[in-house]
């Protein structure tokens, strides 16, 4: 890191003819030439594929490393070394961080090569879900080791940040808002939905195309169009009587989010449903179902893969939304993690408390995070879905 | 177990596109019914409404004493065992056969029962815990059967359930619903493409064409005596072989000219029926491969029985012998002959009919049988 900063500096004081020739933008244009010509022989064409995808996964990486190592060591240390949340792991005179880097590299190492080591051929599922699994464990441990050898490298009490966070700044109220509005609005979103697909996609009755349609225009209207409009309508919606309203409620963003969710999870789900054999409708109507007991029955089973990544889907998009809740919640107790965050920043302006806000960053991820190393099959899954018949 | 009736139904897709044209049948309480036809004669509509998955255009039918045109498919009271199974993936054998009873509120011990016992009957006691992923085609069929006969239903209802299995599971498994159907006695209507299918598990088969029933018969009657040009060719395999000639009267007797120097005499018996034909070009007979032969005693005695042919290709099969000969103006005339008999590719022979089950038919594609008039044919 120093070298680079170094030759910059020296850049910055004129360049000399040396210093021109390695310096880090013509590196860059070395860089981009060797790429490009390798992608031109066909016998460098993949390894230069791969080793361009690991650059980049290796930087999406550490900065998700640098967030969370930073949002565990002191703001003092930030302010005055804010690279060395990285650099410390591959620094020969810090051992012990040192170390873990190399752990963690031979980890990542091994990961990739798993998958080609192992012999997929016989019981291929099985065997692939365990190249899966296993990989995610070493992923866990390497991240782990970094993370331990950190806080034993002076990043110590990491959880004050964390304790700051959530308590201070209320990032544990918010946390809890968004997984109620969350959960509240997918299961609303997915029930709905279900059922509207399930009508579309299989019973035949007059207008049935145009109502398809029209949800599939609905996919073309940007959230930020609407958001004036939903505004002056459900300010006027109120029940004073039962001091309800739509605006600064919870149930009223649930509402708000099912309902902007609803083109796409039902354009989704109308096509999984279409997929399902229509027998298995026929079977169950002989054996003594009538239409509802059919969907709850035999469809909504089937289609587990579909609704599971529509569910994940829009579980993401409300996690992470910031518009809506930023415009419906006004109540500070009320806000959501997106907006939490903000809030957060804005009122640090002039202490700010980096390893805080870099805690608050990783309590937003991390429930993401999680979601989609379990989860990772239906979402790959889902990307593809509807795009190849059976 | 009961009655089922079908009267002048008829299903009119949009477009006024005839599926079904006034189908009537009586299937008799425990009698098995086979429809049988190609693709696209509306055999599968006709299933289809009588299980109610089709709404019945005109016409009735009724299950038992009820008119069920507006029953919903679950208050029919039959079972259906669809050609893909149809049985659902997400539950095991087990579920799969109790999901009817199930919905019914049955109670659980005699759910249990009476599942036990349809797959002791059905043999597949050891796969009750299995999805049905996990089983070969043979055993899905055989549960999809079993889910139909735990219900005990009044009439059970098959849509080409054994077009999926290869050649000899087929073979094997229309044994067992024939034996199945000799335990159970239930009422039963049989849907298939397959002619060697109708005939050896039907009561009664009937013979359908672009919705309209060409014959309904028990199935040797429909063999031996077919209605029209269609159900003869239809019928048999290898099909009945079809020559185009003209009528002759001449001295008293009815000569059939299928070509220069091939004449048949019609036999006395029929010339009530098709003397009205004569001097007609383009009167069709009908003779199945089994009744030509090179031999000129017993049945195949003359007189005027023979037609000159060309031996184009002989085919053993064993048992029998299926050789393929040409006359001057029909290219390929099948004849199942003796598996020993002294025929050689290339060789011209006089090939003599059985004149007792010749068939004449009218011009068209279902012309009438002309020969039924007045006599047997089979004598």
């Known amino acids: ?390 | 177990m009961a009655r089922v009736l079908l009267e002048d139904v008829s299903k009119v897709y949009p477009g006024n596109v005839k599926a079904v044209d006034r189908f009537n049948l009586d299937v008799a309480d425990q009698e098995f019914v086979v429809l049988v036809g190609p693709s696209g004669c509306g055999k599968s509509t006709t299933l289809r409404m009588v299980a109610g998955l089709e709404e019945i255009s005109e016409g009735r039918i009724r299950i038992g004493d009820r008119v069920v045109n507006d029953v919903p498919p679950k208050d029919r009271d039959i079972a259906m065992v669809f050609q893909n199974y149809a049985l659902y993936p997400h539950m095991t054998v087990f579920k799969n056969m109790a999901f009817g009873l199930k919905l019914r509120k049955y109670p659980k011990k005699e759910i249990e029962e009476r599942v036990q016992e349809a797959a002791r009957i059905l043999g597949i006691g050891n796969l009750l815990d299995r999805k049905p992923k996990a089983l070969s085609g043979g055993q899905r069929q055989r549960v999809a059967v079993g889910r139909a006969i735990v219900r005990q239903p009044k009439a059970f209802l098959f849509d080409e359930p054994l077009s999926n299995l290869d050649a000899k599971l087929r073979v094997e498994m229309r044994g067992e619903l024939k034996k199945l159907h000799r335990k159970l006695m239930t009422t039963t209507m049989y849907v298939t493409h397959d002619q060697e299918e109708a005939m050896t598990l039907g009561d009664r088969v009937v013979v359908m064409k672009d919705g309209l029933v060409q014959q309904c018969a028990p199935p040797l009657e429909v063999y031996d005596y077919p209605a029209n040009r269609f159900v003869a060719s239809f019928i048999g395999s290898p099909p009945m072989n079809m020559f185009t000639g003209d009528l002759l009267s001449e001295g008293g007797h009815l000569y059939f000219v299928e070509g220069p120097g091939n004449r048949i005499r019609v036999p006395d018996r029929h010339r009530e029926g098709l003397g009205r034909y004569a001097g007609q070009a383009g009167l069709v007979m009908g003779v199945r491969p089994e009744n030509v032969s090179e031999r000129s005693d017993g049945d195949f005695a003359g007189p005027d029985n023979a037609l000159n042919v060309e031996v184009t290709v002989v085919e053993p099969l064993g048992d029998k012998m299926d050789v393929f000969v040409k006359t001057a103006r029909h290219d390929h005339v099948c004849c199942r002959v003796d598996a020993h008999a002294k025929i050689e590719e290339g060789q011209k022979l006089p090939m003599r009919l059985d004149m007792r089950r010749v068939h004449f038919f009218e011009p068209g594609e279902t012309g009438m049988n002309v020969s039924l008039n007045g006599a047997s044919v089979g004598g």
């Open chain 1, 1 to 390: 890191m120093t070298i680079w900063a170094d030759m910059l500096a020296a850049q910055s004081a004129g360049p000399g003819w040396l210093g021109s020739l390695v310096s880090p933008w013509t590196v860059l244009t070395y860089a981009t030439v060797t790429v490009v010509l390798l992608y031109f022989s066909s016998r460098t064409r993949l390894p230069m594929l791969y080793a361009v995808k690991s650059l980049w996964v290796a930087g999406t990486i550490l900065a998700f490393l640098w967030v969370v190592v930073t949002s565990m060591g002191s703001n003092q240390q930030f302010v005055q070394h804010p690279e060395r949340a990285i650099s410390q792991f591959f620094d020969p005179h810090q051992r012990l961080t040192f170390a873990a880097g190399l752990f963690a590299l031979l980890a990542v190492a091994a990961m990739v090569l798993m998958g080609r080591i192992l012999p997929a051929r016989p019981l291929q599922v099985r065997r692939r879900r365990a190249v899966l699994s296993l990989r995610i464990a070493l992923g866990c441990v390497a991240a782990g080791v970094l993370l331990v050898a950190a806080h034993f490298n002076g990043y110590g009490a990491w959880y004050a940040s964390y304790a700051t966070a959530l308590l201070v700044a209320h990032m544990g109220e918010y946390a809890v808002n968004s997984a109620l509005i969350a959960v509240g609005s997918v299961l609303l979103t997915i029930l709905t939905a279900s059922m509207a697909a399930y009508a579309l996609s299989r019973l035949t009755f007059a207008g049935r195309d145009a109502i398809l349609y029209a949800f599939i225009a609905g996919l073309a209207i940007p959230g930020q169009l609407i958001l004036v409009p939903l505004f002056l309508m459900l300010r006027h919606w109120t029940l004073p009587a039962a001091g309800f309203s739509f605006m600064d409620s919870r149930f009223g963003l649930i509402l708000i989010y099912s309902a902007t969710g609803l083109p796409f999870t039902i354009f989704l789900l109308t096509g999984f449903f279409g997929s399902l054999p229509s027998e298995l409708g026929e079977a169950a109507a002989i054996d003594g179902c009538g239409e509802f007991a059919t969907f709850r029955q035999v469809y909504f089973p089937l289609a587990a893969p579909g609704i599971t990544t529509a569910a994940i889907f829009n579980f993401l998009g409300v996690w992470n939304e910031y518009n809506f809740a930023l415009v419906f919640i006004t109540n500070p107790r009320l806000k959501t993690l997106p907006v939490g965050l903000y809030t957060l920043n804005v009122s640090q302006q002039y202490a700010a408390n980096w390893p805080a806000l870099f805690a608050g960053i990783v309590i937003l991820w991390a429930p993401t995070f999680l979601i989609f190393l379990l989860l990772q099959r239906q979402i790959i899954a889902g990307l593809t879905l509807g795009s190849v018949k059976g």
